[in-house]
């Protein structure tokens, strides 16, 4: 049997630990090695969760907050259990949380176990009485029948042909792709796929699909595109990408904040010299440009001459005076009679 790491770890032996105050009060004096095999572990993994749970508690922490265990040999009984007894209750806040987070999550499309999802909902919606009923609407961003056609897709191992418009271009092209799953990022659905067109695996926002039709023929993803763990952000910069080096001032210090940096040097005025990725220079172009003085490209060069042209159409658009208005009839004004006076 494999044993559990990382998250799966965690969530297993927080479990346990939730299992473990309960039968220990309903069995004071019990044995150990009976209590590990009732509980499906070892004597050794017992002992450690009796450790942990001898240093948890109520806030304060303090040695009348925690809980307290009495040991007799290899015998264990709880002598206080810091209220883990009682029934859990909870606040308007932590009710309407609750309430609002788990309707969200039964509104993902796709989602795996939904009937489970949908009885807990039940379960608080019922225990928070009139709180249940607040006018507190939850709806995903996006078009929830096309992430399901998406992930049904996915799921057939067939190809799909998609007609797609690219914000950062501002153009719609149609490409074939392989689709490899869906993923909701940000409130956003995703698919992710090998992109035939670009020979690499790319993220399509699924709002921004305009057609779908499922192909005939099997998706082929090649063996080296794998299938990592599921992204957290949509944009994930990679060694293949244009670098962007931006001298940045104090105004525009957020943007390291914002998006991911491959390396931010401070320099004796007190600038920051940033380095990013960005998936094409139009889109740094018109990134830069709406920062205004705040950011100076230094490089690449090409981008340099871009916005610097950019910049130059902007200026020579205000070199011209712009002829003043005709006067609207009735409201003209005289030199010796400014607006506003007598």
């Known amino acids: 049997m494999t044993k559990p790491t990382g998250s799966r770890a965690s969530a297993d032996r927080l479990a346990r630990l939730l299992n473990l105050v309960p039968y220990l009060l309903a069995r004071p004096g019990v044995e150990i090695a009976q209590a590990a095999a009732d509980l499906g572990t070892t004597d050794r993994q017992l002992r450690e969760d009796l450790e942990l749970l001898w240093v948890c508690g109520l806030p304060g922490y303090g040695p009348g907050d925690l809980i307290d265990m009495a040991f007799d040999g290899d015998r264990v009984t709880i002598t206080y259990d810091a209220g883990i007894d009682r029934p859990l209750r909870l606040t308007p806040d932590e009710a309407l949380a609750l309430v609002v987070a788990l309707r969200m999550l039964a509104e993902t499309p796709g989602l795996a176990g939904r009937d489970a999802v949908e009885r807990a909902l039940a379960k608080i919606e019922d225990a928070a009485g009139e709180l249940a009923g607040?006018?507190?609407?939850?709806r995903l961003v996006g078009d929830p029948e096309?992430?399901?056609?998406l992930r049904t897709a996915a799921q057939s191992g067939r190809a799909v042909r998609i007609t797609y418009y690219t914000a950062t271009r501002d153009e719609t092209t149609e490409r074939t792709v392989d689709p490899i799953r869906v993923l909701m990022i940000g409130g956003r659905g995703y698919l992710e796929a090998w992109c035939r067109r670009a020979d690499a695996v790319r993220l399509f926002r699924a709002d921004r699909?305009?057609?779908?039709?499922?192909?005939d023929e099997p998706a082929a993803v090649p063996p080296q595109a794998g299938r990592g763990e599921p992204r957290e952000t949509a944009f994930q910069p990679t060694?293949?990408?244009p670098a962007v080096t931006l001298r940045v001032g104090r105004g525009g210090r957020w943007i390291t904040e914002y998006y991911p940096c491959d390396r931010v040097e401070v320099e004796p005025t007190g600038d920051w010299l940033v380095t990013l990725r960005v998936t094409d220079l139009?889109?740094?172009?018109?990134?830069?440009?709406?920062?205004?003085?705040?950011v100076t490209v230094t490089a690449p060069?090409?981008?340099v001459a871009q916005v610097h042209a950019c910049a130059a159409q902007a200026l020579a658009a205000y070199a011209a005076?712009?002829?003043?208005?005709?006067?609207?009839p009735g409201q003209e004004t005289s030199a010796a009679a400014p607006v506003g006076t007598g």
């Open 239 to 241: 060694a293949d990408l």
């Open 301 to 303: 060069a090409e981008l």
């Open 209 to 215: 699909i305009d057609a779908l039709v499922e192909l």
């Open 134 to 138: 607040a006018p507190v609407a939850v």
């Open 282 to 294: 139009a889109w740094a172009r018109r990134f830069v440009l709406s920062l205004g003085a705040d």
């Open 146 to 149: 096309r992430l399901d056609r």
């Open 321 to 328: 005076p712009v002829a003043a208005a005709d006067p609207v």
